[in-house]
């Protein structure tokens, strides 16, 4: 049964969102972090992404605070991802009560120390984020989608698969904010040639049936945002989803 996980992004206290990561795209909600979170545990969701913009700007996580506020007044579990480079930082996100965190950067510019949080932290809280420009050649983006990596995406896998890695969340960075259906054909390969990790899909989510379809093939999570933000996804529909799947 696929998780099904919303969004949060944060920069300056507003909740937002880009198209392809173009921080020119960029669109504010008028949405209060805390009544959001509400609605989603109301909802049947167990986990929310919260993705610090501003950490990921600075290099260096900013926004702990409303992991606190999520935990003080909801039951939802937090993964955490936005600048986490350090030893320090990722302390700093479980001490303010995140469940889990995704890094990206760290792991194509410090790949032991991202090695090493698997073993020290646990495989269970520690996701790999691994974002791709292009489905087709695999090119990794990092540093807020802002750098191409000099390694390809499978070749990245294999590295941390062999060093214990359980989790990837993979966007494919052309269809994020435009609502136009997830790289499907790019989710199925990526399982076929990674059994034994669990993939999480985002990136262009429009409705239910696109996350039925992720389910279908097998994928372990799917992380959600424009799609709700706009109204083109609705929370009765993925509570009716969860629901009918035992969840």
């Known amino acids: 049964m696929i998780q099904v996980i919303p969004s949060i992004a944060i920069r300056k206290g507003r909740v937002v969102k880009m198209r392809k990561g ?3 795209s960029e669109k ?23 993705v610090d913009l501003d950490g990921a700007e600075a290099g260096s996580p900013v926004n702990y605070h ?31 009560g995140a469940a889990y965190i995704t890094a990206s950067s760290v792991a194509v510019m410090d790949p032991e120390l991202f ?10 809280k ?8 292009n489905v087709d050649t695999k090119e990794l983006l990092y ?23 359980k989790y990837v969340k ?21 399982i076929a040639r990674f059994p034994e990790i669990c993939v999480l899909a985002s990136g262009g989510i429009r409705g239910i049936d696109d996350i039925k379809r992720l389910n279908d093939m097998g994928v372990f999570a799917v992380i959600f945002g424009k ?21």
């Open 22 to 24: 173009d921080p020119n």
């Open 126 to 133: 520690i996701t790999l984020g691994a974002d791709v420009t």
């Open 115 to 124: 090695a090493s949080w698997i073993i020290s932290y646990g495989r269970e």
């Open 170 to 190: 993979s966007t494919d960075v052309s269809r994020d904010g435009v609502l136009e259906g997830p790289a499907f054909d790019f989710y199925e390969a990526l």
């Open 28 to 50: 504010a909600y008028d949405e209060n972090v805390l009544d959001l979170a509400k609605r989603f545990e109301d909802h049947g969701i167990d986990v929310v992404h919260l």
């Open 66 to 96: 409303i992991i606190e506020a999520i935990r003080a007044y909801t039951n939802l579990k937090v993964d955490f991802t936005g600048g986490i480079m350090t030893d320090g930082d990722i302390a700093k996100a479980f001490e303010a």
């Open 143 to 165: 540093r807020g989608w802002r750098r191409k990596a000099q390694i390809t995406l499978y070749d990245h896998l294999e590295y941390f698969y062999t060093r214990g890695l």
């Open 227 to 247: 799609a709700y933000y706009e109204g083109v996804l609705k929370l009765e529909d993925v509570k009716r989803f969860l629901v009918g799947n035992g969840q």
